[in-house]
Nanobody, 113 residues
Framework: VQLQASGGGLVEPGGSLRLSCTASGFSLDYYAISWFRQAPGKEREVVSCISSLDSATYYTDAVTGRFSISRDNAANTVYLQMNGLRPEDTAVYYC???????WGQGTQVTVSS
């Protein structure tokens, strides 16, 4: 049973990335999934969440209007589309199913020119 986060990389300011969080060993259908990030020297913070039943979404103020979370239950995957990336978005991004206590391994996002 695990969550696999992928899709990070190096991108210039203003660029885009799409992160994926794929579950194995359990179905994401019934659980809310969250993305957190942790920048060097800072505490881990929640970025976005998506609910299970109605796919309601939440975004922290810093990413509202730039990031979009979605889920594809058939693919057992949650996505985080990140547009308009800024240097301050640089961090390791983690996906989590907090109800079950599962965390992905993290994927590095670096925004730099």
């Amino acid at each position: 049973v695990q969550l696999q986060a992928s899709g990070g990389g190096l991108v210039e300011p203003g660029g885009s990335l799409r992160l994926s969080c794929t579950a194995s060993g359990f179905s994401l259908d019934y659980y809310a999934i969250s993305w957190f990030r942790q920048a060097p020297g800072k505490e881990r913070e929640v970025v976005s969440c998506i609910s299970s039943l109605d796919s309601a979404t939440y975004y922290t103020d810093a990413v509202t209007g730039r990031f979009s979370i979605s889920r594809d239950n058939a693919a057992n995957t949650v996505y985080l589309q990140m547009n308009g990336l800024r240097p301050e978005d640089t961090a390791v991004y983690y996906c989590t199913c907090m109800q079950l206590g599962y965390w992905g391994q993290g994927t590095q996002v670096t925004v730099s020119s």
